[in-house]
């Protein structure tokens, strides 16, 4: 597989740069001039329910499900096109498009803070076609964090560990937990360390809450919140699924210490997040014109997706499948359950072990 390395980087203007994982001596550098890519995203956050300054939670639900453009075809198909165009240069659509005409491509993005909440996989970069359907597409963590010198990442074998929608004074999420996910032991602040230490896979299913500063960004558990500072030292299972609001927060920041670099330094190889607050059934049902539940609920089905591609031997390409199914079934009816509002809040973190480097238990300074 066709491996490259696609980078953002904020300094006054946009600079992108991307370097093929084969050919590491020639990377490419461009300066996306910030008055052509500043619109489009500013366009894309009035879109999505993450609560901008001075907003309520409310106001920001009201805001992007009763008006946003991730609720019509016909607008977000138009603003995807715009965000393509502004994020990927000529040059490098060219080499992107001749990589997947000679076989599979992974392109694995590290966004910059202003484009951290960039939904990748749902870009067009064909008429038909978004990115999922010509790419493996994955979120890159910055090299400090994947490569870190004491990082060890954990083997993949062992049992699941989950908190699924834990009692905190936050409320619950989920309307109903689905039915194969029930069975599972929901974990508390004091069980979750011991836990996670003999665990294949870590599933959350709840609240995130963010801060001034990404060390402090908080998981809520039935006995307290739980922070990224709190989590450095752990021991962190392979793969790991935050399914709650924003909790891919991290490159949102200029320093890269949220939770997903703490689940990453902590041994992980494969973290699923999402970019923006997720939309519950219940707000979904108040403010989207037209929408009618499914039978399963549509936040449900989404964490079912994901807790499936964990068990897949590929999360990353699991995931997309459903992104892509997803994508085409919105592009086809339209259907309000199936806005990239949900599927397009998710992206993976791929952060493998550095060549030469042994797997094993995380040992991190606490």
């Not at 300094?11 to 992108?16: C, D, K, S, T, V």
């Not at 920001?60 to 009763?66: K, M, P, Q, S, V």
């Not at 709650?244 to 939770?259: K, T, V």
Request: glycine share 8%; net charge negative; aromatic share 6%.
């Amino acid at each position: 597989m066709t491996t490259v390395q696609v980078t953002y980087v904020d300094a006054g203007e946009l600079y992108i740069s991307w370097r093929w994982e084969h050919d590491p001596e020639h990377p490419r550098a461009l300066i996306l001039p910030r008055d052509r890519v500043g619109p489009p995203l500013a366009e894309l956050a009035a879109a999505l329910p993450t609560p901008r300054p001075g907003e309520s939670a409310h106001q920001a639900l009201t805001r992007a499900l009763a008006h946003g453009a991730l609720t019509d075809r016909d607008t977000e198909r138009a603003l995807s096109w715009r965000l393509t165009g502004v994020l990927f240069p000529s040059q490098l659509g060219q080499e992107l498009h001749a990589a997947h005409e000679r076989g599979p491509l992974h392109v694995r993005i590290q966004p910059s803070p202003s484009t951290a909440q960039v939904p990748w996989e749902s870009l067009r970069m064909e008429e038909e076609e978004r990115f999922v359907h010509t790419a493996k597409v994955s979120i890159l963590t910055p090299a400090t964090v994947r490569n870190a010198v004491a990082r060890r990442v954990s083997p993949g074998a062992g049992p699941v560990a989950a908190v699924v929608d834990p009692p905190t004074p936050l409320g619950r999420v989920l309307g109903q937990v689905p039915e194969s996910l029930a069975a599972l032991e929901v974990l508390d602040r004091d069980t979750l360390r011991p836990a996670l230490a003999e665990a294949g896979r870590f599933l959350y299913v709840g609240h995130v809450t963010t801060a001034a500063h990404a060390l402090d960004a908080r998981l809520h558990l039935a006995q307290g919140p739980l922070t990224a500072a709190d989590l450095l030292g752990w021991r962190i299972p392979n793969r790991t699924a935050l399914i709650a609001c924003e909790s891919g927060g991290d490159h949102r920041y200029a320093e890269p210490s949220g939770l997903v670099a703490a689940l990453v330094h902590g041994g992980a190889e494969y973290v699923t997040a999402t970019r923006w607050v997720l939309p519950t059934d219940a707000g979904l049902t108040r403010l989207f014109p037209g929408f009618q539940p499914p039978a399963q609920g549509v936040l449900s089905a989404a964490v079912l997706a994901v807790h499936e591609a964990q068990e897949q031997p590929d999360p990353v390409a699991a995931l997309n499948a459903w992104q892509r199914a997803q994508a085409e079934g919105w592009d086809s009816t339209g259907a309000p359950e199936l806005t990239p509002l949900v599927w397009g809040a998710f992206g993976v973190a791929h952060a493998p072990a550095p060549p030469g480097a042994q797997a094993g238990p995380a040992r991190m300074p606490i």
